[in-house]
């Protein structure tokens, strides 16, 4: 990749233009043309560097429950267990990790009763019966962002304030649900799947739906405005970007302090995801932060840095052994059935 790659990367992450003429805005933005910022974006789509381009939801915006998953696995159970929730649309992410709490995958389900129905269903046909929910009591930051500009201890230096990016201690209760329009998920489900392959992706879409253009561009706009869509963009492979470790820190903080060391941590750089969550008799931890870097010691020196930040030095580290299943959310397909 070159300096005008990484340019377009940055831009598109959060912020790919809901536009008539997307790739004319960015290759403006980025000092070169619409053709030129056009291909390129579709070369690093054709080499796996960019997984997918469309919208991220807020799942509770849209009425959906979702929550973070954590089991005890014996070793002969594992590949059972994957090929299970490989086959449930739900869960979206599952991953191998070096720790007693083995396998955690993420579930996102129409109500808290088809979750736990769901997950009944997966520790009767597994005979696991240690496997639990650890569902978000707060959020702090959500934002899976790569910078391709910064060095690594540039990154180390400029603490993320941008308020698109994180929220301050905000309690899940408070995320209630959007009144949708039948309207809204018409165009849901198609700005969940990948932008077409076009120079006027928005023409595309609005033609599968049988909407004018100008409907598409304005509603998609107006979700985006009510949070519902939480970014339109580039969701990346961050192995194929360079960022090939990743490690799930999680954290013993004191109850009272857990706001303030929430919003501390939150303004990394390097932490995409940044939650409270409730603890078990067996795991202490309240606080979970993803760390992305470039390398296994790089996640140890970040960790190391957060906790001299926050006083926090009850913590761990779990490395993925495996990434068993990833893919983006399909909302509202149930109703199409």
């Not at 396998?103 to 997966?122: D, G, K, M, N």
């Not at 998920?185 to 700005?191: D, F, G, K, N």
């Not at 120079?199 to 049988?210: G, T």
């Amino acid at each position: 990749m070159d300096a005008t790659d990484r340019a377009l990367l940055n831009a598109i992450q959060n912020d790919f233009p809901i536009a008539v003429h997307p790739y004319q805005i960015l290759g403006d933005a980025v000092g070169t043309t619409e053709d030129d910022a056009y291909n390129r974006i579709q070369h690093l789509r054709q080499e796996g560097i960019i997984r997918r381009l469309g919208g991220v939801f807020d799942s509770r915006r849209l009425g959906y429950h979702s929550t973070l998953c954590a089991g005890k696995v014996p070793e002969e159970k594992i590949s059972v267990l994957a090929e299970l929730l490989e086959g449930i649309p739900g869960v979206t992410h599952n991953y191998l990790r070096d720790h007693t709490y083995n396998v955690w995958f993420t579930l996102i389900a129409p109500s808290l009763t088809v979750s736990e129905r769901i997950l009944q269903t997966i520790r009767e046909v597994t005979g696991v019966n240690d496997i639990y929910t650890l569902p978000a009591s707060r959020v702090f930051k959500i934002n899976v962002n790569f910078d391709f500009d910064s060095s690594i201890d540039e990154q180390e230096n400029e603490p993320d304030t941008s308020k698109e990016h994180f929220v301050r201690g905000v309690p899940m209760e408070e995320i209630s649900p959007y009144e949708l329009t039948d309207d809204d998920i018409t165009l849901i489900r198609v700005l969940q799947g990948n932008l077409p392959d076009s120079p006027n992706p928005f023409e595309v879409l609005a033609e599968s739906i049988q909407w004018p253009t100008a409907k598409v561009i304005s509603a998609a706009n107006r979700l985006l405005e009510e949070k519902i869509l939480r970014r339109f963009g580039a969701v990346l492979r961050h192995q194929k970007a360079g960022f090939v470790a990743n490690a799930m820190g999680v954290w013993q903080v004191d109850p009272e302090q857990a706001d303030r060391v929430g919003q501390v941590m939150a303004r990394f750089k390097e932490v995409s995801h940044c939650y409270q969550r409730p603890t078990l008799p067996d795991w202490p931890y309240n606080i979970f932060t993803m760390i992305h870097g470039r390398s296994t010691e790089d996640c140890k020196d970040i960790m190391k840095r957060i906790s001299q930040a926050t006083g926090v030095n009850r913590f761990s580290m779990l490395f993925s052994v495996a990434e068993l299943k990833k893919s983006s959310m399909q909302y509202f397909l149930e109703e199409e059935n």
